[in-house]
């Protein structure tokens, strides 16, 4: 499943990945068969989504492990997810959470977020994902309208690169005192330090960097 997942990433950054953590690595491989555990039904939407076409746009295993062993020690019951895809992170995120906990999902797609949705039926957790398709900063806008600000626990962004500052910003208007904001590929895949690289997306993730290295918030 890891392998599918970083085979995916190296085609897509053309190799750059492995000058960040070496495939071989004889540590990265322990660690990630004896760092966390996974749900069976989490294990079967890993496989599904990193068969995808699209697997860049898929979290790794222990990148969920990491969410969810933050979620569970801040006590997180609300949640919002800024890019769901096929909802795997969606699913670790929920099955985290305590029976009242609330995971909101903000995507575009309603092909890629119903690739999810039997998982989430069959983990028992349905119930527990608010599932929002429209832009996501709509949907944050709509939050902080009905008065949400200051609420959540904790806001994951893995969505489209040229927003990213301004999830940021609302996400921290969203965000509970000593809440915490996730944000996905904040190293890009290495190509920030290839100073010829300078599409919008790179920029975008190369500015925030910068933004949030002053920002005293």
Do not use: C
């Amino acid at each position: 499943m890891y392998k599918n997942s970083r085979e995916s990433i190296n085609r897509v950054f053309g190799g750059q990945f492995e000058t960040l953590i070496p495939g071989e690595s004889p540590i990265l491989h322990y660690a990630l068969q004896n760092g966390f555990r996974s749900h069976p039904v989490s294990q079967r939407l890993a496989e599904v989504s990193h068969n995808h076409p699209m697997a860049i746009m898929v979290a790794t295993a222990d990148e969920v492990a990491m969410i969810q062993f933050l979620l569970r020690l801040i006590h997180a019951k609300k949640v919002i997810e800024i890019g769901v895809f096929t909802g795997y992170t969606t699913l670790g995120m929920a099955l985290a959470l305590p029976d009242d906990g609330k995971v909101i999902g903000l995507d575009v797609s309603k092909e890629y977020t119903d690739i999810g949705r039997p998982y989430w039926q069959e983990a028992g957790v349905a119930n527990k994902i608010d599932l929002r398709l429209q832009p996501a900063l709509d949907s944050l806008d709509q939050l902080l309208a009905n008065n949400e600000a200051g609420t959540f626990d904790f806001v994951f962004i893995d969505a489209d690169k040229p927003n990213y500052i301004n999830y940021y910003e609302k996400s921290l208007q969203l965000l509970r005192k000593d809440g915490i904001l996730a944000i996905d590929n904040t190293l890009w895949g290495g190509r920030l330090i290839n100073k010829s690289i300078n599409d919008t997306s790179t920029e975008t993730i190369r500015r925030l960097n910068q933004f949030i290295k002053t920002d005293e918030r």
